[in-house]
């Protein structure tokens, strides 16, 4: 196929480029770093899970952060750099249509932000083994699949933003614009929303937490640390924590009044992850369209 060609191509490039190396070496450093300063204390390896577990909940806090913004810098550009330069007219000379060029890139940056994330955790997991009587592999799988996931997520909209651009200036805007709305002005949005529908519907209490949740969960970032979350507790426990403050340290109580003592199923973790997958679909597939009438 077609777009497994520019997929490979754009893959080998960012390995020329030694993107692939740096955030190889980055990623081991992040998370095998905190692994070793987490788990060694004195020379001496705490063998209990709870060390494990908070070791885990730590690192998810890094990764919100750190893998959406390196997911953003390595794609904002994908095709608009190459409309800048002109090289996006050679490449579709060859036998490759425009939604091939949208889907290689994407599938091409994936592996560059998705690889590096799993050596890191390939890297920790052996870091951690010295206290293996703590660790559950399976729960330490997931965890790794689901921040990679969170990577390949934000490329699916660094791309879909690189494809509707003009410029490589609107792709950067544009991935920014979203990396601030997502980390900085969510809860304003949430809180706003929250408001105008009470006031204009009367809400109860337990209608406006559920609401709230609903909006918070349409965030990626949110929905990915809600997930994490669910690995080490009940769905029901890993919702209520969105409403908790300092980092989920101060539990809300009116909101486990109001959301339990049952969760809602479409906020259970399969809801939840398509509501993460959207967020990877839906900005693709209008990058690919719109790139379609694009004047190159």
């Known amino acids: ?56 909940f ?22 608009t750099r190459e409309r800048e330069s002109g090289t996006i007219k050679l490449l579709l000379s060859l036998p490759h249509s425009r939604d091939d060029v949208v889907i290689g890139k994407f599938l091409g940056r994936s592996g560059v932000v ?14 951690l083994l010295p206290a293996g009587s703590g660790l559950d592999i399976f729960v330490y799988v997931q965890f790794a699949l689901l921040t990679a996931l969170l990577g390949v997520v934000f490329v ?28 900085f002005l969510w809860n304003f949005f949430v809180s706003g929303v929250n408001r105008a529908a009470t006031e204009l519907f009367g809400l109860s209490t337990p209608e406006q937490f559920r609401l709230r949740l609903a909006l918070k969960l349409l965030n990626p970032i949110q929905a990915y640390k809600t997930l994490v979350d669910s690995l080490f507790m009940s769905d029901l426990e890993a919702r209520i924590r969105t409403f908790s403050l300092l980092l989920g340290m101060i539990p809300n109580q009116q909101a486990a ?33 719109w790139f379609r009438d694009a004047e190159l």
């Open 58 to 79: 730590f690192l998810k806090q890094g990764t919100a952060i750190l893998l959406p913004l390196t997911a953003l810098v390595v794609a904002y550009g994908s095709i």
């Open 156 to 183: 699916g909209i660094a791309v879909g933003v690189s494809a509707a651009a003009n410029t490589n200036q609107q792709a950067l805007v544009g991935a920014g614009g979203l990396f601030g709305l997502f980390w």
């Open 1 to 56: 196929m077609s777009w497994e060609a520019v997929a490979r191509k754009d893959f080998r490039d960012a390995v020329r480029s030694r993107w692939l190396w740096v955030l190889s070496a980055l990623s081991v450093l992040v998370f095998a770093g905190a692994a070793i300063g987490r788990l060694y204390v004195g020379g001496q390896v705490e063998n209990t899970q709870g060390l494990v577990q908070g070791f885990l």
């Open 114 to 127: 998705a690889l590096p994330v799993l050596i890191g955790f390939l890297v920790a997991f052996l870091a």
């Open 257 to 289: 009044q109001a959301l339990g003592p049952e969760l809602s199923p479409v906020f259970s973790d399969p809801f939840v992850l398509m509501a993460m997958l959207l967020w990877l679909v839906l900005p693709l597939a209008v990058g690919v369209v």
